[in-house]
Every structure is written in structure tokens, then in C-alpha cells.
């Protein structure tokens, strides 16, 4: 099912300042409906560290996919599939154009292109690991999936064990190789998307991403973290995947200092950026701009184009 069909979309990686471009956007032009297409905006309780627009700068205009699910909750990529079919069939009775903001690229990817991997197998997935505590290295893993489907095998490195878990884990639960799944990670299957993307130059990128880290301890992230790392056992294991709260966690349970953990959440996020810059350059698709005026300017031109 092809979702949001006169969407425009709006990509970056961590910090590039989508969120403020795309409120902006939307005070701009009232037909427009703000989508998000973010894995961790989505849990009510996580709001200074996801930097998750605030309600008062929300305030008059439809944020959606904000604030659906608890930590407590395991939210997948097809619960997100779920909540979108619902709201494209919203938008479009109501006459609205979606405006897709976001930096996850599996979520991304499923609502431009189609891509659905298949399904987890929780239980074969929790045997896998416990092989992969036993064995202390993936190697034997890699050496069953090479068994099992040697052209998946082939595109992931040995120790990469994230993916080789993944991919067994569907051999074995489906029948099926992993590399039988389609369309790839990389194919595109609607060239007529409209994707602008931020893109500012790298050493601006470190700067933000470090301002903005220390902001977010300044706003309360750590009281916000204590009151999560209460309950921490309850915790899905997609919720604590979110960025710098593992290393608060660290910090609250004595292990590390606060400082150490800051610098760690700002490491750890300049990563993240570098691996989603890597993803995005991929896409032909997108119009890269340096900052968030920029890519305002571009999608109020497709817009107005739209109604020409």
C-alpha cells in the first residue's frame, strides 16, 4: 500500500534542525500536516532527550505520531505502519498535505518506498543471543547463516553480529533466506517523491549536536532519566535503544561521572549523525540544503508548484 502519496518530505540527521523548519512550515501553510517519522518521539515519557517539540511549540498546529506509545511498550516498525495507513486515510478526508519529518531511515524507508522486512520472531531471536553470550563471538553464527543463505551471508562482515542475528532469525523462523526479502534497503520504488534534506557542514553538525546535549541536561534531562531509570526493568528494549539514556542510566546507577556520560551522549550522537548522512546520501531523490531557512524556502516552492 503506497502511504501518503502527496506527502513532502523533510530528512537529516540528529540536530540539523528539521523540527524547528518544519513547524515553520506548518504555521506558514495551514493545509499541511506535520507527520513524524521517528522511532523514539513516539514514547510519552521520553521528551527532553528525543528533543521532542514542546507544546507550546506545537501549539495550533497538527504534530502527529507524537507521544503513542509507553517505554513500557515494544513499538515496531509495523505498529508505525499501522498508525500511518490510519492517518494517511485522515489527511486525505480532511484535505490536508503531509509533511513527513523525521531521521529514521527503516521507518522512512517503509512509508516512501514500500520496504516492509519481514516480521520479528521474538523467541528465536532470544536463543540466537543467548548462542551468541555462549559462544563470545559471532563467528559460528556467521558460519550457520552462510549454511542457511550464503548470499546474505556474504554482504555481512563477520562480527557484525546485530545483523547476523537478524538475519538467521528470519532464516530460521520463516523458512526463508533473508536476502529473498524485497525490495532492498537500497532499491526505490517511487522516484517521484519530493525529499528535501538538511544537511549543514560537518563541523557545524558537531557544534549543534554538542550545544545541543548540553541544552537538554539544562532542560532536565537527567531528572528525566531518574525518573525512567526507577523503572528501568519494565523498559522495552526499543525504548532503551534511544540515544544518552544508557549512558545516564550508567551515570545514576554510579559507574560513570555526569560529565563522562555527556561527553559519551555527544560521541555516541555524532555517530548516529554520520551513519544517517551515510544513509541519506544514498537516496537520488533528496534536495540537499545547509540549514533550515533553506529548506523551508525549497518546500514552500513545491507547495506552492502543488497548487499551481
Not at 43 to 62: C, D, F, H, Q
Not at 261 to 272: D, G, L, Q, V
Request: aromatic residues 6%; proline residues 3%.
Amino acid at each position: 500500500m503506497v502511504l501518503f502519496v502527496d506527502s513532502v518530505t523533510l530528512v537529516g540527521p540528529t540536530a540539523s534542525g528539521k523540527t524547528a523548519a518544519a513547524l515553520k512550515i506548518a504555521r506558514m501553510n495551514r493545509s499541511v500536516d506535520i507527520v513524524s517519522v521517528d522511532s523514539m518521539t513516539v514514547y510519552r515519557e521520553m521528551n527532553v532527550g528525543t528533543a521532542k517539540p514542546t507544546a507550546l511549540e506545537t501549539e495550533g498546529i497538527s504534530y502527529n505520531l507524537l507521544d503513542v506509545a509507553s517505554v513500557t511498550e515494544e513499538f515496531s516498525l509495523w505498529d508505525f505502519l499501522s498508525l500511518c495507513k490510519e492517518l494517511d486515510s485522515n489527511l486525505h478526508a480532511r484535505g490536508k498535505r503531509p509533511l513527513l519529518v523525521g531521521g529514521t531511515a527503516l521507518y522512512l524507508k517503509a512509508v516512501l518506498d514500500d520496504f516492509t522486512p519481514p516480521k520479528r520472531s521474538l523467541g528465536m531471536r532470544s536463543w540466537l543471543e543467548q548462542r551468541l553470550i555462549d559462544d563470545k563471538d559471532s563467528s559460528r553464527l556467521h558460519h550457520l547463516l552462510s549454511q542457511l543463505d550464503p548470499a546474505g551471508a556474504q554482504k555481512i562482515e563477520v562480527n557484525n553480529a546485530r545483523r547476523i542475528v537478524r538475519a538467521l532469525e528470519v532464516a530460521l523462523a520463516t523458512g526463508r533466506r533473508f536476502s529473498s526479502f524485497g525490495p532492498g534497503m537500497d532499491e526505490i520504488s517511487h522516484t517521484d517523491r519530493r525529499i528535501v534534506g538538511i544537511k549543514p557542514p560537518r563541523e557545524v553538525m558537531r557544534r549543534r549536536i554538542s550545544e545541543r546535549v548540553f541544552d537538554q541536561m539544562d532542560h532536565g534531562w537527567l531528572e528525566e532519566a531518574e525518573g525512567l531509570y526507577q523503572n528501568r526493568s519494565s523498559m522495552s528494549k526499543t525504548a532503551l535503544q534511544a540515544l544518552g539514556y544508557k549512558e545516564l542510566f550508567e551515570h545514576l546507577a554510579g559507574a560513570i561521572s555526569l560529565e563522562e556520560a555527556t561527553e559519551r551522549i555527544i560521541h555516541r550522537t555524532w555517530r548516529f549523525a554520520k551513519r544517517q548522512l551515510a544513509w541519506f546520501d544514498r537516496d537520488p531523490r533528496i534536495v540537499w540544503s545547509e540549514n533550515g531557512d533553506e529548506a523551508v524556502e525549497l518546500i514552500t516552492e513545491i507547495l506552492l508548484a502543488a497548487r499551481n
